[in-house]
């Protein structure tokens, strides 16, 4: 079956600076690679996602990057606010079952 | 949010005890799945369904087992719960291509 890591485990940076997370899967045939958020309490949420026919995708200040010889992908956050701080999620899909990397803790310091 | 709720949200119970939380989502979505979520392991996947009646084992199922009898019904049982299955039990559904979406989860404390 599929495998992703993540890393790093936890990240720490000062507000205004960039956050960069990185997963790596084993299955080729995957094709769909969401990124979730969590804040503390609350469910993941998707925050950005991107599909093996695409090298890069943006969302304001957010961007994800796919390297599909490699298998790994990343996700970009630039201008790193207090309100980023939280629990981020990689996960890789082929035909349908998700699998989900360990996370990320993002600390975001003001 | 898509429409997922799960029941109940918070739940005590004791060591031996059968426990039984729901999933129920209004998408109307295929694919259902269970998660459990514990610090430094992320979200692993307990059980999912493919359709009616159409479940199979993920990679943490030993002591879990589900029932989807209705599209917009999953269920996960604790046959007997023990401490190593307290938890945080999170839903998810999506349908064939779409995103992943979560319910709220459910604390679960086996004490």
């Known amino acids: 079956g599929e495998n992703v890591e993540q890393h790093p485990s936890t990240l720490s940076v000062q507000e205004g600076d960039s956050a960069v997370i990185k997963c790596t899967y084993s299955?080729?045939?995957?094709?769909?690679f969401p990124w979730y958020k969590q804040e503390l309490g609350k469910r993941p949420q998707l925050i950005i996602d991107i599909r093996s026919n695409v090298g890069e995708k943006k969302d304001q200040r957010i961007a994800v990057t796919l390297n599909k010889t490699a298998k790994h992908f990343s996700l970009h956050i630039t201008e790193t606010q207090p309100e980023d701080s939280a629990v981020y999620f990689c996960a890789a899909r082929g035909s349908y079952i998700p699998t989900f990397g360990r996370g990320t803790s993002l600390i975001v310091h003001p | 949010d898509a429409g997922i709720t799960q029941s109940p949200r918070h739940k005590v119970t004791e060591t031996g005890t059968p426990v039984t939380l729901r999933c129920h989502q209004t998408?109307?979505?295929?694919?259902m799945y269970w998660y459990r979520q514990d610090p430094g392991h992320g979200l692993r996947l307990i059980h999912y369904?493919?359709?009616?009646?159409?479940?199979d084992k993920g990679e943490v199922s030993d002591g879990y087992s589900v029932s989807r009898s209705k599209t917009e019904d999953f269920l996960l049982t604790l046959e007997s719960a023990t401490s190593s299955q307290t938890s945080v039990y999170f839903c998810?559904?999506?349908?064939?291509?779409?995103?992943?979406?979560f319910g709220s989860g459910t604390q679960l404390s086996v004490l």
């Open positions: 998810a559904t999506h349908d064939v291509g779409e995103k992943l979406f």
């Open positions: 998408e109307n979505h295929r694919y």
């Open positions: 369904s493919y359709g009616v009646k159409d479940t």
């Open positions: 299955d080729s045939a995957s094709n769909y």
